[in-house]
């Protein structure tokens, strides 16, 4: 069982930082004249890109200790 859900966490994970990587990139606004390049970004859509990309990589942690730990036991 912990197996199942440890992989189910993994899956979890990838997808959680798919998103994060997405939204972070899909916020972005660039301007380019010449040799100046103006960028605007939303604090706000960057926070929430951030939060994912973490709960991701904690997703991805648990998950492994818990494949790991099967493995170890089994």
Known sequence: MQKTIGIVLIVVAFGLGYFGIKNLDEKKADVKIGDVEIKAT???SSNKAYVLIGAGVLCLVA????????????
């Open 63 to 74: 998950g492994a200790v818990l494949v790991a730990r099967n493995k170890a036991q089994g």
């Open 42 to 44: 939303s604090s706000e």
